[in-house]
């Protein structure tokens, strides 16, 4: 994802999590703990929308993803990596992707 990062879409923030659609098909989520210092990346297997992914409150009855965690996968490459995506999609967000290229393309 990180190197083909122009196929990240419909990025939404929420709280510490940014739901996201890469290649207009597949549903993901990153988000980061401050307190734990740890990312984690989420894929969602379910026909709900980003909205209503994000809308989600009881997550005990929702089983339609699987995750990957620094906590679980503890090497610096992937707290690297994690870091990396967390990165390009938080600026997505906001639209700061496009000013960095208007800055860099345009001076």
Do not use: C
């Not at 401050?34 to 209503?52: F, R």
């Not at 967000?93 to 496009?98: N, P």
């Amino acid at each position: 994802m990180i190197s083909n990062k122009d196929k990240i879409t419909d990025v939404l923030p929420h709280k510490n999590e940014y739901f996201f659609l890469y290649d207009a098909k597949y549903k993901w989520s990153v988000s980061y703990n401050k307190e734990e210092d740890a990312y984690w990346i989420y894929i969602y297997t379910t026909t709900k929308s980003l909205e209503e992914i994000r809308e989600i409150t009881d997550w005990d009855s929702f089983s339609d993803f699987t995750y990957y965690s620094t906590k679980e996968i503890k090497t610096r490459e992937s707290y690297e990596s994690f870091n990396e995506l967390y990165q390009i999609v938080s600026e997505k967000a906001f639209g700061l992707d496009s000013i960095f290229d208007d800055i860099i393309l345009n001076g």
